[in-house]
Every structure is written in C-alpha cells, then in structure tokens.
C-alpha cells in the first residue's frame, strides 16, 4: 500500500474547493473554502438546455477545473496537468505521483463511485487521491460524501474514463507552492473584479446575470419540459440546494469569502456585495423549496413564483457584482 503521509483529509462543501484543500495543505498553505473559492473567481450561473438533455440544468459557478486555475495562477501556484485516452497511462500518472510523496486531483464523473450516494452523471466532479493498494484508491470527497473516502480501482477507472457533458480525458493535476508562500490578502482584488467584469458582461444570454433573467422566464414552464415532474423536479432542487448546481451554495461561498475579505481591506463595495450575496442565498434557497414543491405537488404556481424569485436574484446579483466591479478603484 503507498499513502501520501501528511494529508489533512477534510471533506468541505464543494468538491474542486475540497480537492484543492489538501492539495495546498499538504504544501504548506492553508485557506479556507470560501477564501479559495472567491480567489479563483468562482461564482458565476449558467442555464444550460439540449434536447440532449433530459432535464435544463442550472450551474452557479464556473466550468469545472476553472477555479482551479485561476487560484494557481493567482497566487503564482506551478499547475502540472495530465490527461490522456489511455487508462493505463492514466493510472501511471497518479501513481507517480503518489510514489514521489504528492497528492493529486482528480476530475472524473461521480456516477460510478461506489461510495456515492445520488446517482447522477456530473462529469465536472474533483477528487483527491492520496493513497492506493492493489485493489482500492483513497480519497478525499466533500464532507457530505464522507471525507476521507475508500473506493474500488475498478470503479474509480470507470468514473476516470467517463465520455460525457463537462468530462476531461483522465485529468489529473498537482500543485506545487512557491516559497515563500503567496500571501492571499495581496489577491483579493483582482479576483473580485474578474469575477465581477466576468458575471456582468457575459458572452452569450445563458451565462451571468443574463443567465439568470433566461432562468426567471423558463423555470416557469418546466413542467411542459419533464415527462415526471414528481422525479425531476425535486432532483433538480436538491442538486441546486446540496450540490451547489445554481443554488444557495456558491452564494454562501462568496458571501463567506467578501465577509473574510473585509477583515483584509476596508471597502464600502465589499461591504455592499456582502450585505447583497447575504440576501441572495437566501433567496436561492427559497427558489429550490419552490421548485420541489412543485414537483411534489402538481402546483404549477410554485413555479410562477420560482420565476418571479429568479427575477429578483438577477437584478440583486447585478447590484452586488456592479459594487464589486468598483474594488479597488
């Protein structure tokens, strides 16, 4: 058996935040979740719908594997990334790793991990690994996966070599910390306003604020867009509400992480994008009980209210971003 000694196995509320952790832990830099995820410019929205799909679905941060490099390139963090089409190739990536004493990230599809407990394809998901046998890899998932994780090789090259929406070709990366350690307090500026420039001026309608106007007009007609609304509906709630998917969870994140920043820089902006974010999530959260409701029980005024909400969200989160954009000016 090979284990990385020296890991900090701490399961947090979001994977690519709970994978950078021990990733930078184990180099010596220890932020906390919602100061990495505002760092690398994490929030965002999307409404994304193919006909491909069997139900929209709604995204409240960036790409996967964005937040990850804009936090090491931020905080001048040297990113090794691999990917490959071969599993066997992909498997001695790691393992080097590992043998030379490093953890490692990966972003593989959570579906065919044994452990998990919601059954549903997200190609976007990130994991740790830090240690392996002949038979079993350990890792470290969000705290509501459970942490400090166990899964089957089998079922970890399955979930490494899944082709669909948002899937990466075996990623796996590490990261090294320069020395001495970036003080992130010299960052938050920077991120703020990308972050901010980014959501306010999206490229395309389904992106940003934008996003979320397209979401207050279709979130009102989802039960024409699902053939089990009884199923669909509530699912899409609770991906919103505990994994982050568009809901309440990434504005906590960034609400926490404004909240922290103000204890570094003196801003009237970051105290407005804070107080604002606040009343975001909340509403966030009242957005999701909404739709589960409707789903739950045929009332489709639920939705009408849900829309009504997203309406309201879209010209809050353009205030606060407005605010944000004015940091350091």
């Known amino acids: 058996m090979t284990t990385v000694t020296g890991i900090d196995a701490r399961g947090m509320r979001h994977c690519e935040t709970t994978a950078l952790g021990v990733l930078l832990r184990h180099e010596g830099l220890d932020l906390s ?22 139900f929209p679905f709604l995204g409240g941060r960036v790409k996967p594997f964005a937040l990850t490099e804009n936090l090491a390139g931020r905080l001048g963090l040297e990113l090794a990334v691999k990917e490959t089409t071969s599993g066997r190739k992909a498997w001695e990536h790691v393992t080097a790793a590992l043998d030379a004493g490093r953890p490692v990230g ?44 166990s899964v089957s090789r089998d079922s970890l090259a399955r979930a490494r070599a899944a082709r669909g929406p948002m899937t990466a070709r075996h990623r796996s990366f590490t990261l090294t910390a320069p020395r001495p350690l970036p003080d992130p307090r010299a960052h938050i500026t920077a991120a ?16 940003g604020h934008r996003g979320i106007d397209k979401a207050a007009k279709l979130v009102p007609t ?26 309440a969870l990434f504005r906590n994140l960034y609400r926490d992480f404004l909240a922290e920043s103000t204890q570094s820089l ?12 606040t009343e975001a999530a909340a509403l966030w959260t009242h957005v999701a009980a909404l739709i589960a409701k409707a789903g739950e029980t045929g009332d489709e005024q639920c939705l009408t209210e849900a829309g009504s909400t997203l309406r309201d969200l879209a010209q809050i989160e353009r205030e606060a971003m407005s605010a944000l954009s004015r940091l350091g000016r």
């Open 192 to 207: 703020v306003t990308a972050c901010a420039e980014a959501f306010l001026h999206p490229p395309i309608a389904n992106l």
């Open 222 to 247: 989802w039960h024409e867009r699902t053939d089990d609304p009884r199923h669909d509906l509530p699912q899409a709630a609770a991906l919103m509400e505990h994994a982050g998917t568009g809901g």
């Open 106 to 149: 990966l972003q593989l599809d959570s579906y065919h991990l044994d452990y998990f407990t919601s059954k549903v394809h997200f190609g976007g998901h990130v994991v740790a690994l830090y240690g392996y046998d002949d038979h079993t890899a350990y890792l470290v998932d969000t705290e509501q996966q459970g942490g400090a994780v």
């Open 33 to 54: 979740e919602p100061m990495m995820f505002g760092l690398g410019s994490g929030l965002s929205f999307i409404y994304w719908d193919s006909k491909a799909m069997a």
């Open 266 to 277: 003196d801003s009237p902006h970051l105290r407005t994008g804070h107080t604002l974010y």
